[in-house]
T-cell receptor, first 113, second 111 residues
């Protein structure tokens, strides 16, 4: 099994809603990532978890709250988002000691009304 | 710091044409180099990689050679298909292993 699975694939939410994006991998990878991707742009790094601890936060607004409950799961909790937060949110994983190769999920398309 | 420069798209080709997408990089040491592909409505997937100078990565008819002397990793394919239409991202990784991505190049292949 070499997949990174993200749910939901599509999410529409209002600015006052609270929702979560979920990511799961069963490749034994110990690093997991959240990226944000706007149309026709490269992915922008948001957070990195290494061995279930947050190791990088790229100055992301607190309305995005990551969580890594165990080595296979990664969540992104969303609250009080703005319309400009509408984007494709990509989860990725990589093995420890790897060469930088990332394994991406198919993404969650978020629309904030 | 590290950076990746890709040619601006879109690149528009007819089926069976030859493809080159240019990628050059700046790095302080000896990075690994990658090409990722993103098909419409999907996430990124690794297309090919090279971890040291003069290595050639290849997959699905695509090739790229790690050229340290010209700091380049150009993507080529001899005969493109409509199904190759996608966005292609060049990336490098060094040290921290967090990759640096290029801007992406959109490829459109017409029948």
């Amino acid at each position: 099994d070499t997949e990174v699975t993200q749910t939901p694939k599509h999410l529409v939410m209002g600015m006052t809603n609270k929702k979560s994006l979920k990511c799961e991998q069963h490749m034994g990878h110990r690093a997991m990532y959240w990226y944000k991707q706007k149309a026709k742009k490269p992915p922008e790094l948001m957070f990195v978890y290494s061995y279930e601890k947050l190791s990088i936060n790229e100055s992301v607004p607190s309305r995005f709250s990551p969580e890594c409950p165990n080595s296979s799961l990664l969540n992104l909790h969303l609250h009080a988002l703005q319309p400009e937060d509408s984007a494709l949110y990509l989860c990725a994983s990589s093995p420890s000691g790897g060469n930088g190769e990332l394994f991406f999920g198919e993404g969650s398309r978020l629309t904030v009304l | 710091g590290n950076s990746v420069t890709q040619m601006e798209g879109p690149v528009t080709l007819s089926e069976e044409a030859f493809l080159t997408i240019n990628c050059t990089y700046t790095a302080t040491g000896y990075p690994s180099l990658f090409w990722y592909v993103q098909y419409p409505g999907e996430g990124l997937q690794l297309l090919l990689k090279a971890t040291k100078a003069d290595d050639k990565g290849s997959n699905k008819g695509f090739e790229a050679t790690y050229r340290k002397e010209t700091t380049s990793f150009h993507l080529e394919k001899g005969s493109v298909q409509v199904s190759d239409s996608a966005v292609y991202f060049c990336a490098l990784s060094e040290g921290s292993y967090i990759p640096t991505f290029g801007r992406g190049t959109s490829l459109i292949v017409h029948p």
